[in-house]
């Protein structure tokens, strides 16, 4: 999924600056977004994935 729809999904979903893991894991499956396209955005973004206990996110 590209940059400007996760964008939009986030900000529809009020994530602006820090997102925790279950928030991240239950957009994706709302969504229909990977989880891997989830973190690279938040990566590319400077957004802080917190609160991840699999590792799926740095």
Known sequence: MDDESIREILEKEGITDSIL???AFA???KYGIS???IAGY???H???IRGC???CFR
């Open 35 to 37: 989880k891997t396209d």
């Open 53 to 55: 206990q699999l590792g």
């Open 46 to 48: 400077s957004i802080k």
């Open 42 to 44: 938040c990566n590319r």
């Open 21 to 23: 893991c279950p928030q």
């Open 27 to 29: 957009i994706a499956e």
